[in-house]
């Protein structure tokens, strides 16, 4: 193919749609070129950046008429920040736009229908979590630029909790009126509980040098005397956030939340999903597709703190969770005892390893919950469900294609799709959470 721009061009483009990324989406001639931070409607001028075999990229430089569906972004380094896509596009049309990117993401499912996107009660400041990125030579703390490791210097994030942002603040105002002396800092991580006042800084450092950062810490603790601060040591030169080695600067870097009338705690290492609110939506959703389950077995793969198992644990006889990660499992069986849940076991391994082992000692799951990371399950997973018996599977993916990958091996091995329901975790950016149920055909 000829393409039609070069590197350097500055051309000017309508948006049409998005994309599942960052980018929205137009076409010069007939050549796709991706552009972030522009909203379909919107005519603008951009400078293309890179050009492959059948598409560009292109840096949006001014718009020249805005689409009706423009809005002001709230965040004065919106476009600039990678943090978040969307906050320049209405809200209600975010969902509309998530919705045709999970119908897109199934077209090989014709006869599925995709429920609307239950929307958020509150689109901004519903993040329990964020890490913050520390550049001390420039002098920067805030987040990366969009695809890059680039800090941009925010002075606060609104999709993250004003409880976060408060710390946040604070933590920023030192390093500043202290010429970033902590030159050992490359993270703050900061997680609140939505329903409890409890919250944890990590300052992820690069060596045990903690002269300075004990500095930060106190003025810290003067602030937010409840406050729980940790210490991670991660020396590798990677992209990975966290390394092996903690410390305890105070409290035991533990946190709670409540969804209805289960109480969680766990380690600030554990998972938890990033919007409360949003979770406690979609686990009364499965607790309503698990009723009438009360002489069945549930296996919740990928059960994390144990969050969905003690959710659904009353609609079962049993209910087992696996999880790979030890402290998580610690975090889960703790979890059962607080709230008086005597129907849980909790295992510790990868789901494919553990399934092969539980099924060779007899263990028949009638439902089984898949809530893997974005990479989805392992093939040899899929292959092993339908050897288990289970009648139902219900699937919570955050990473549509993904999803529908992993579906696609369910449905060979005979699992057909009865709701598909996406739900906005994640206001303000691209990304999207789907609630799937699967029935095994001829059990219905
Ligand atoms: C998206 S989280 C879901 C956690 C939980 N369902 C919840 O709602 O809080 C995915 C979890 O899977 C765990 N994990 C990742 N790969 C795994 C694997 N192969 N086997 C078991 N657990 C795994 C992660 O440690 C994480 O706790």
Redesign the pocket.
């Known amino acids: 193919m000829n393409q039609p721009v070069k590197v350097g061009d500055k051309i000017s483009l309508f948006i049409d749609s998005v994309a599942n990324s960052a980018d929205s989406v137009g076409k010069y001639e007939t050549f796709i070129v991706f552009v972030p931070f522009a909203v379909p409607g919107d005519e603008v001028e951009v400078l293309i950046t890179e050009v492959r075999k059948n598409f560009s990229r292109g840096k949006l430089i001014r718009v020249i008429k805005p689409s009706p569906f423009r809005v002001q972004p709230v965040c004065p380094v919106f476009g600039e920040c990678g943090g978040c896509h969307w906050q320049e596009i209405d809200y209600k049309k975010q969902l509309t736009y998530k919705k045709q990117i999970v119908i897109n993401a199934f077209k090989n499912f014709p006869n599925v229908k995709i429920e609307d996107v239950i929307p958020a009660k509150e689109p901004f400041f519903y993040r329990n979590k964020t890490q913050f990125p520390a550049d001390t030579q420039q002098k920067k703390l805030g987040l990366f630029s969009l695809r890059s490791h680039f800090v941009v210097d925010v002075d606060y994030c609104p999709l993250v909790r004003k409880d976060i942002n408060a710390i946040y603040v604070e933590i920023r105002k030192h390093l500043k009126e202290t010429g970033f002396e902590v030159t050992t800092l490359r993270h703050v991580i900061i997680r609140a509980s939505e329903t409890t006042r409890e919250a944890v800084v990590t300052f992820v450092l690069k060596n045990e040098d903690f002269r300075k950062i004990h500095i930060l810490s106190a003025y810290l603790l003067k602030k937010f005397p409840e406050l729980s601060i940790l210490y991670n040591i991660n020396r590798a030169d990677t992209n990975v956030i966290m390394g092996d080695k903690h410390f305890t600067f105070s409290k035991d870097g533990r946190i709670s939340e409540k969804l209805d009338k289960i109480d969680y705690q766990f380690a600030s290492i554990?998972?938890?999903?990033t919007n409360t609110a949003q979770?406690s939506v979609i686990?009364k959703k499965i607790k309503e597709w698990c009723k009438d389950s009360l002489e069945k077995t549930a296996l919740?793969?990928?059960?994390?703190?144990g969050?969905?198992s003690l959710y659904i644990a009353k609609e079962f006889k049993e209910v087992v969770g696996?999880?790979?990660?030890g402290q998580?499992v610690l975090d889960a069986v703790a979890n059962a005892e607080k709230n008086n849940i005597q129907n849980c076991e909790f295992l510790n391994?990868?789901?494919?390893r553990?399934l092969v082992k539980i099924m060779k000692q007899g263990f028949k799951p009638n439902t089984i919950?898949l809530?893997?990371?974005r990479k989805g399950c392992?093939q040899e997973?899929l292959n092993l469900i339908p050897k288990t018996g289970a009648d139902t599977v219900i699937y919570?993916s955050?990473d549509v294609m993904t999803l529908v990958r992993d579906l696609e091996i369910l449905k060979k091995h005979g699992y057909e799709i009865e709701e598909v329901l996406p739900v906005d975790m994640f206001p303000m950016t691209y990304h999207i959470e789907t609630l799937v149920k699967l029935r095994k055909a001829n059990t219905k």
């Open positions: 554990s998972f938890f999903q979770a686990f919740d793969l990928f059960c994390g703190v969050a969905i696996v999880e790979e990660m998580a391994g990868k789901s494919e553990v919950l809530d893997p990371p392992e997973l919570l955050c």
